[in-house]
């Protein structure tokens, strides 16, 4: 498989709230392969493709988010630094003594006031060196509630393994994208792929888009972290074990038959999946399972390793699973 694109969509800059690089890029790619695209107010793209006419068919709406996590600018100083909030959640000691990029292209390094061991999680503690020594200087470049996001190279590592910035959930576009592809030919439900916005702040897309298409079944395509070297979390994901069916996250409650179907599917066309269980945090999933009169939601995950981070570790081989599944999932009989 071509992961070129993948590789284009990391290095986009999609901070939330200011997704239109990436959407753009999503455009340009689906063109052709949908019968109805449109883009609403709060910028989710939606794509259509649907089925025959039967009168089984669902509508299944597949939601991957496009905005990455980052940092918004709330002061500037008088030595030129540059202070922050966070945008989404973001871990200070990740960002620590590493670059940002601004969306006109201004690079800086994170620094800290104080020890960075004593700042624990607070953001507001670290600030951003862009080489100024002055606030007048550092306003020819930026500026009081610009948007900053993080730089991390696109690497092919060993092991079928990558390594990118913002592969949550830049990865789950992909899939998406190359899901939407594939599905040629009949197939029986009518299938929107949403490629969602400020999911990091909220899931707030998620909330709208389930609102216009009101689908019978949910999907959120998103990562999952993994839990197999010894971190902040613990359980049983773990990266290059198979695309994950989410059994449970904080955020919804997934539905019991379309995960029993989910893992049928996996088994009768044997694609290699592991079970899902992520015990903080939660996905699009949560608006779509909440929308109009409530929605019966599942979900598909990438287990990825140092999320939220400028260095985030997947399998090629997890990716090509969940393209697979959510090709063939989309293509079921549902019966409810």
């Known amino acids: 498989m071509d992961y070129s694109l993948l590789k284009e969509l990391t290095q986009a800059w ?20 949908a019968d109805e695209i449109l883009t609403d107010a709060l910028g989710n793209l939606f794509c259509l493709k649907r089925g025959v006419e039967d009168p089984d068919k669902k509508t299944i709406m597949l939601s991957a988010h496009m905005d990455e996590i980052g940092a918004q600018v709330t002061k500037i100083e008088s030595d030129g630094r540059i202070r922050l909030c966070r945008v989404g959640w973001v871990w200070t000691a990740s960002m620590y003594n590493d670059k940002v990029i601004f969306p006109n292209g201004t690079v ?11 700042a624990k999680n607070d953001v507001t503690k670290l600030y951003v060196d862009i080489g100024c020594t002055s606030r007048e200087e550092t306003e020819k470049y930026v500026r009081v509630g610009d948007y900053c996001g993080f730089v991390g190279p696109y690497y092919e590592l060993a092991g079928d393994r990558i390594c990118a910035k913002t592969l949550d959930d830049r990865v789950g576009c992909f899939m998406l994208i190359e899901a939407m592809k594939q599905n040629r030919g009949d197939f029986i439900n009518d299938i929107w792929y949403v490629f969602t916005v400020q999911e990091e702040v909220g899931c707030r897309g998620a909330v709208v888009a389930a609102e216009r298409i009101r689908p019978d079944i949910g999907i959120s395509v998103d990562v999952a972290p993994d839990h197999f070297y010894p971190c902040d979390l613990e359980g049983s994901n773990a990266v290059g074990a198979g695309v994950g069916v989410t059994f449970g996250n904080p955020s919804a409650m997934m539905d019991e038959y379309l995960v029993d179907e989910m893992t049928a599917c996996c088994e009768e066309h044997s694609i290699p999946y592991q079970r899902d269980v992520m015990d903080r945090g939660g996905t699009d999933a949560s ?35 969940g393209i697979r599944l959510i090709d063939l999932y989309t293509r079921r009989r549902f019966i409810f």
């Open 108 to 118: 800086g390094v994170v620094g800290c006031v104080g020890n960075i061991e004593e």
């Open 14 to 33: 999609g901070v939330s709230g200011r997704e239109k690089r990436v959407r753009e890029i999503i455009r340009r790619e689906v063109e052709g392969f």
């Open 287 to 321: 608006s779509i399972n909440l929308a109009f009169y409530g929605t019966r939601v599942a979900g598909i995950s990438i287990v990825d390793r140092y999320p939220h981070s400028q260095s985030s570790v997947i399998s090629k081989g997890d990716v090509e699973a």
